[in-house]
T-cell receptor, first 114, second 113 residues
Framework: AQSVTQPDIHITVSEGASLELRCNYSYGATPYLFWYVQSPGQGLQLLLKYFSGDTLVQGIKGFEAEFKRSQSSFNLRKPSVHWSDAAEYFC????????????FGTGTQLKVEL | NAGVTQTPKFRVLKTGQSMTLLCAQDMNHEYMYWYRQDPGMGLRLIHYSVGEGTTAKGEVPDGYNVSRLKKQNFLLGLESAAPSQTSVYFCASIRETGFSEAFFGQGTRLTVV
């Protein structure tokens, strides 16, 4: 079965600083990979996804992620964080067939200091 | 478009009571899902459906039942609520074709006392 690990439970960065959120996955083949963001009291919104092709994918709100097969990683990055980026971020792996189910990591809570 | 709508948004139940959470989507999506979100555990799949009239168990199905009588609606039932079912519940839907974006509802915060 596939699994997703987000090793950082909480991260605090200063506004304007760069950000990297880590995600490692376990899956037998090249997976479908996603990053979602959840603002307080809200549902999840898709930031970006990787299916195949270019390993550096661009998403909304200035986020990008890089797929590294050798490290089984899909880390999320942003060059300059804004206070409005404070939220919880979830990495997810998609398993095709049998319902296209998503397996989520435990999430990383991002705090932005002004 | 409303997207995915969950009702109710908040609910407090007493142990042993029953309730049904409703999820409605207006995007004509085939696949629908119910997740629960607990602190430090991310989202875990309870049940899912790959089309009208179908349901299947996810990772944590015990204590829950579901029904998909209409394509646009996916109901989650708790027959006898327990404090361990205190959680935030999210519904999501996906198109059948490919592995496209999952659209999520705003969530239902359920407390069982």
């Amino acid at each position: 079965a596939q699994s997703v690990t987000q090793p950082d439970i909480h991260i605090t960065v200063s506004e304007g600083a760069s950000l990297e959120l880590r995600c490692n996955y376990s899956y037998g083949a090249t997976p479908y990979l996603f990053w979602y963001v959840q603002s307080p009291g809200q549902g999840l919104q898709l930031l970006l996804k990787y299916f195949s092709g270019d390993t550096l994918v661009q998403g909304i709100k200035g986020f990008e992620a890089e797929f590294k097969r050798s490290q089984s990683s899909f880390n999320l990055r942003k060059p300059s964080v804004h206070w409005s980026d404070a939220a919880e971020y979830f990495c997810a792996v998609g398993l095709t067939g049998g319902g296209n189910k998503l397996t989520f990591g435990t999430g990383t809570q991002l705090k932005v200091e002004l | 478009n409303a997207g995915v709508t969950q009702t109710p948004k908040f609910r407090v139940l007493k142990t042993g009571q029953s309730m049904t959470l409703l999820c409605a989507q207006d995007m004509n999506h085939e696949y629908m899902y119910w997740y629960r979100q607990d602190p430090g555990m991310g989202l875990r799949l309870i049940h899912y459906s790959v089309g009208e009239g179908t349901t299947a168990k996810g990772e944590v199905p015990d204590g829950y039942n579901v029904s998909r009588l209409k394509k646009q609606n996916f109901l989650l039932g708790l027959e006898s609520a327990a404090p361990s079912q205190t959680s935030v519940y999210f519904c999501a839907s996906i198109r059948e074709t490919g592995f496209s974006e999952a659209f999520f509802g705003q969530g239902t915060r359920l407390t069982v006392v």
